[in-house]
């Protein structure tokens, strides 16, 4: 089925260590999102990418970085994670306009 | 800007028991008007939605309909059971932006 996968389900990563989250669609949707969800929160937008064209939410903090190599793939890189990164990230795709957002399952990051 | 207002959780409710999480937001213009659903550990998952005024979304028993006059969104399901209870997201959408807005999450439990 098209779906949008997420990988791995749980990362596990030290205090400082980069680290790199994984997101892929089959759906060949325009834009893709990374969302940070802290528990009992509701999800809150990093960044999308219409195409290949970067957008950064003003309050995304300098830490937080993403690629998107082609229309399939998005990565999310956290340069030096602090405990305070510790959360779900969620990864989103839509056909744009506002339009058939598809949500991944999410990975859970927890930082040591 | 816009936002959405859910009403507080957590929500309790013995099985077969009447849901209502209420739902409402503030936008300029007509956005589209969303459910999600987030059960333990998983991403979210589109419940139902609606695009314009006097809509009803409807999936898996649960209902909304989009009411413009008193800008709500309200969900409704008439006999919960066990496998609803979940984290329940209010969302909205502007045609021509990306972005997805978000509620703060009502919390379910349904005990049995």
């Known amino acids: 089925d098209a779906m949008v996968i997420q990988n791995p389900r749980y990362q596990v990563t030290q205090f400082g260590k980069p680290v790199t989250l994984s997101c892929s669609q089959t759906?060949?949707?325009?834009?893709m999102y990374w969302y940070q969800q802290k528990s009992s929160q509701a999800p809150k937008l990093l960044f999308h990418?219409?195409?290949?064209?970067?957008?950064n939410e003003a309050d995304t903090p300098d830490n937080f970085q993403s690629r998107r190599p082609n229309t399939s793939f998005c990565f999310l890189d956290i340069r030096s994670p602090g405990l305070g990164d510790a959360a779900m990230y969620l990864c989103?795709?839509?056909?744009?306009?506002?339009?058939?957002?598809?949500f991944g399952s999410g990975t859970r990051l927890t930082v040591v | 800007g816009d936002s959405v207002t859910q009403m507080e959780g957590p929500v309790t409710l013995s099985e077969e028991a009447f849901l209502t999480i209420n739902c409402t937001y503030t936008?300029?213009?007509?956005?589209?008007l969303f459910w999600y659903v987030q059960y333990p550990g998983e991403g979210l998952q589109l419940l139902l939605k609606?695009?314009?005024?006097?809509d009803k979304g409807s999936n898996k028993g649960f209902e909304a309909t989009y009411r413009k006059e008193t800008t709500s969104f309200h969900l409704e399901k008439g006999s919960v059971q066990v496998s609803d209870s979940a984290v329940y997201f209010c969302?909205?959408?502007?045609?021509?932006?990306?972005?997805?807005?978000f509620g703060k999450g009502t919390k379910l439990t349904v005990n049995p």
């Open positions: 989103a795709t839509s056909i744009g306009g506002g339009y058939g957002y598809t």
């Open positions: 759906l060949n949707h325009n834009v």
């Open positions: 990418y219409y195409d290949k064209d970067f957008n």
């Open positions: 936008a300029t213009g007509y956005p589209s």
């Open positions: 609606a695009t314009k005024a006097d």
């Open positions: 969302a909205l959408s502007q045609g021509g932006s990306e972005k997805l807005v």
